[in-house]
């Protein structure tokens, strides 16, 4: 079989593949969603936020006791000795690193966007109230 038999051939299955597995999206004919809605306001967010500091605390407690078992290591006379410096020092750089993700990335960025949750949440109680007000006295 020659190249563009064998193309010919591997093409024409892909198409009869693709043609034979398309369906249509749809809700069940019971009715209802196909999936449940995800549903965030502020406080699903804090809670996130809370979760990712217990992390981040629960991460630099690691890094305290890593740290603190390798102290001890002296391999002075033997050529390894400084690559444990070298590998406390990257060890300590990497876990800053990663400790301010935590904390500003995902924390801080949690945080910031519960309060405009309230923030959005509030000025929309307000204009209602506004607009029922402006109702009232009509």
């Given amino acids: 079989m020659s190249f563009d038999e064998m193309w010919g051939q591997a093409r024409s299955d892909a198409l009869a593949r693709q043609q034979s597995s398309m369906q249509l999206n749809q809700l069940p004919t019971e009715g ?3 999936q449940p809605h995800l549903h965030v306001d502020a406080s699903v967010l804090e809670e ?9 605390k629960n991460f630099m407690d690691a890094d305290n006791k890593a740290l603190s078992a ?8 033997f050529k390894s000795d400084s690559g444990v410096a070298v590998f406390r020092k990257r060890w300590r750089a990497q876990m ?25 949440e509030a000025k929309r109680l307000s204009n209602v109230k506004r607009a029922g007000n402006g109702r009232d006295k009509n």
């Fill in 96 to 120: 800053w690193y990663l400790e301010g993700l935590l904390e500003q990335g995902v924390e801080g960025n949690l945080q910031a966007a519960a309060a405009e949750f309230r923030a959005e």
């Fill in 48 to 56: 996130r936020a809370k979760n990712a500091e217990t992390v981040r």
């Fill in 70 to 77: 390798t102290k001890g290591i002296n391999l002075k006379g």
């Fill in 32 to 34: 209802g969603s196909a």
